[in-house]
Each structure stands twice: as structure tokens, then as C-alpha cells.
């Protein structure tokens, strides 16, 4: 069956090291993965998005990474900070048509603490 | 008003109850989409628009009825509804692929209390 994974249990971690967010999937072959994050009585707000024949995206202190072949994602936020406190949410594309069909995991809530 | 605004935020209806719920985008896109969020599960997508035109349905009740009368607006029509129907739900936009980047644009969401 198709399976989105991500670390139910929480993350919590110092502040300033560097936070490392895990998506794996099964029976998926996503021509996209995205991350979006998600406070608490908010929509998700999108964060990346990586394509399938890419292996690596930065944005600040945002890095993803995506490795077709483990049918994995990593997630990472680098110097982090307490505003960095949310859910992180992954979320595959499996739409080749025209609008986008996301299927996304329960994610991972990262507690940064000073 | 920019963005995809919602309304209501919070809304507590009993099960013979009519109700509707409302979702507008001003970014300009063609697809729009329903989620249902409960409490430590995924974001469901229940129906997804492209062009107006209602191209997903997973498998949802018929209690909940959608309705895109244009590219802008969508609503989602619901009637009785179960206690378990209560839940976040969230409205999304998007570009048609190709247009540009494929992200999706959610708004607030609807908290729903189904009594």
C-alpha cells in the first residue's frame, strides 16, 4: 500500500544546532516532494519544493534533500530558532497533469529550545 | 486582500443543520482545492477544481457538496453531518502546471464542531 512517513514524535532541539527532518515513502514515484510548515490554527505555508531528478535544494537555512533511490526525503533547518517551532509538513506530487495532486504526511512537530 | 481568505473560522453546527462554508483566492490561479485535517492525521484532499472544472472526488460523503462557480471562489455545502466530520478544514490554491511554480496556497481554515 502507499505510505507517507514522517517522525510522529517530537523534535526538540537547542537553539542554534541544526534540525534534521525525515519523509519517507513507499509504492510513491513523485515527480515532486514539497515541505511546507504549519502552526498551530494555521494553514501549511510552503517552504520547498524539490523535483525528482534533483538531489538537493537550499533556501536560507532551509536544506532538502531527496534520494529517489531510498524513497527518502530530509529536511533540514540549519542555526535554528525558537520561531522555527512548528509542524513540518511533506507532501508528494502524483499528478503528471495540469493541476497538482498532494498527498502529504501527518508531520513532524520541531520544538526549538533556547 | 491578498492571499486565500476563508470564512467562517469557526463554525459549530448540529447534525440536521445546513451549512456552508466559503473559500476565495486573489492570486490569479485556476485550481482550487478542499482538505479535511483531523486531530494527529494527514491533510485529506476531499476535491480538488482545475479550471472550475471538479477533477478529483476521493471517495468523499455526499453530505459535502462543492460547488467553483468561477476560478476564484469555491464553497463546500454541507448537510447532515456526523461528529466525526468534525474538523479543520482548509481551502488551497494553485497555478496550472506549467504556469509556474507548483506550490500550494492555503488559507486559515474553517475550525468545524459538528454537535
Known amino acids: 500500500s502507499q505510505k507517507i512517513e514522517q517522525n510522529s514524535e517530537a523534535l526538540n532541539i537547542q537553539e542554534g544546532k541544526t534540525a534534521t527532518l525525515t519523509c519517507n515513502y513507499t509504492?510513491?514515484?513523485?515527480?515532486?516532494l514539497q515541505w511546507y510548515r504549519q502552526d498551530p490554527g494555521r494553514g501549511p505555508v510552503f517552504l520547498l519544493l524539490?523535483?525528482?531528478?534533483?538531489k538537493e535544494k537550499r533556501k536560507e537555512r532551509l536544506k532538502v534533500t531527496f534520494d529517489t533511490t531510498l524513497k527518502q526525503s530530509l529536511f533540514h533547518i540549519t542555526a535554528s530558532q525558537p520561531a522555527d517551532s512548528a509542524t513540518y509538513l511533506c507532501?508528494?506530487?502524483?499528478?503528471?497533469?495540469?493541476?497538482?495532486?498532494?498527498?502529504f504526511g501527518a508531520g513532524t512537530r520541531l520544538a526549538v529550545h533556547p | 486582500e491578498t492571499g486565500v481568505t476563508q470564512t467562517p473560522r469557526h463554525l459549530v453546527m448540529g447534525m440536521t443543520n445546513k451549512k456552508s462554508l466559503k473559500c476565495e483566492q486573489h492570486?490569479?490561479?485556476?485550481?482550487m482545492y478542499w482538505y479535511k485535517q483531523s486531530a494527529k492525521k494527514p491533510l485529506e484532499l476531499m476535491f480538488v477544481?482545475?479550471?472550475?472544472?471538479?477533477?478529483e472526488n476521493n471517495s468523499v460523503p455526499s453530505r459535502f457538496s462543492p460547488e467553483c462557480p468561477n476560478s476564484s471562489h469555491l464553497f463546500l455545502h454541507l448537510h447532515t453531518l456526523q461528529p466525526e466530520d468534525s474538523a479543520l478544514y482548509l481551502c488551497?490554491?494553485?497555478?496550472?502546471?506549467?504556469?509556474?511554480?507548483?506550490?500550494?496556497?492555503f488559507g486559515p481554515g474553517t475550525r468545524l464542531t459538528v454537535t
Open positions: 509504492n510513491y514515484s513523485p515527480a515532486y
Open positions: 524539490i523535483r525528482e531528478n534533483e
Open positions: 488551497a490554491s494553485s497555478q496550472t502546471k506549467g504556469q509556474g511554480n507548483n506550490e500550494q496556497y
Open positions: 477544481y482545475n479550471f472550475k472544472e471538479q477533477t
Open positions: 492570486l490569479g490561479h485556476n485550481a
Open positions: 507532501a508528494l506530487d502524483t499528478e503528471p497533469g495540469g493541476y497538482n495532486k498532494l498527498i
